[in-house]
């Protein structure tokens, strides 16, 4: 089975959440509050390439979905800078892994290891962390490069 996604928007309560879903096990989920975006505490998993490219289609359409709900978003001035470092590499040691890594002062937003001979891609462990809204659109288009990598390999 493919995997899927919830994309719950509380207009009330003026948050999002996106949940990721494969063979009916919750594997990971962001949820938009107040100005941030808080990811949730996840064990690791892995998905094959075709799921993977999936959950980064999920992630840009919750961007979307935030841009459209919350409109003031994209405009906000005097925001502070993104915390976050951001790590795109090839690396070939007898088996290519293409990796994403992403941290926010200090802590795993991120730790993705794609292997092409596997098309397979592994997500770390990661304990639930905050962002800000800047680092948010930089993860989507960090991530959205990173997949276009593992795309073309």
Sequence with gaps: M????????DIVAQTQTLT????????????????????????????????FILYNNFLLTFQNAINVNFPELPNANNTPLPFSTFNIQLENKGLKNIYYNQTSQGNIVYNTDYIPEA???????????????????????MHNTYTQQVNLS
């Design 20 to 51: 990721f879903i494969l063979n009916k096990v919750h594997l990971d989920q962001l949820i938009f509050s107040k100005d941030e975006v808080t990811l949730a505490e996840t064990p690791g998993f892995a998905l094959p390439k075709n799921d």
């Design 2 to 9: 493919a995997l899927q996604s919830v994309l719950f928007f």
């Design 119 to 141: 098309k397979n891609t592994s997500f770390v462990a990661r304990k639930r962390i905050t962002i800000t809204m800047q680092e948010f659109f930089l993860m989507c288009a």
